[in-house]
């Protein structure tokens, strides 16, 4: 069993930066794959951005090149650096932890980012 906390998110101005976090707690960390997930009013939940490693991420083309993931095992976080924040980044934004074996999904409460001038 994980469950996860989110933190950071906010209202920005266009071109802004937020840094959004996601405390795990539970057992075996390390072992779930983690990612950032978001869904905007009337849309569905997308994918952000993964990693399983540093040196093993994946983005969505919208968001290459302005976010980055990263985590930290030793503290049970992984992080969403956003930078050059865009109106159309507005979303609750959802951590997740996933495992292939056994099956698990775990999801956070979420939190909201709002970019406006």
């Known amino acids: 069993q994980v469950q996860l906390a989110e933190s950071g998110g906010g209202l920005v101005q266009p071109g802004g930066s937020l840094r959004l976090s996601c405390v795990a707690a539970?057992?075996?960390?390390?072992?779930?794959?983690m990612g950032w997930y978001r869904q905007a009013p009337g849309k569905q939940r997308e994918l952000v951005a993964t990693?399983?490693?540093?040196?093993?991420?994946n983005y969505a083309d919208s968001v290459k090149g302005r976010f980055t993931i990263s985590r930290d095992n030793a503290k049970n976080t992984v992080y969403l650096q956003m930078n050059s924040l865009k109106p159309e980044d507005t979303a609750v934004y959802y951590c997740?932890?996933?495992?292939?074996?056994?099956?698990?999904?775990?999801w956070g409460q979420g939190t909201q980012v709002t970019v406006s001038s």
């Open positions: 997740g932890a996933f495992r292939n074996w056994p099956p698990s999904a775990y």
């Open positions: 990693i399983i490693s540093a040196d093993s991420t």
């Open positions: 539970g057992s075996g960390f390390s072992m779930y794959f």
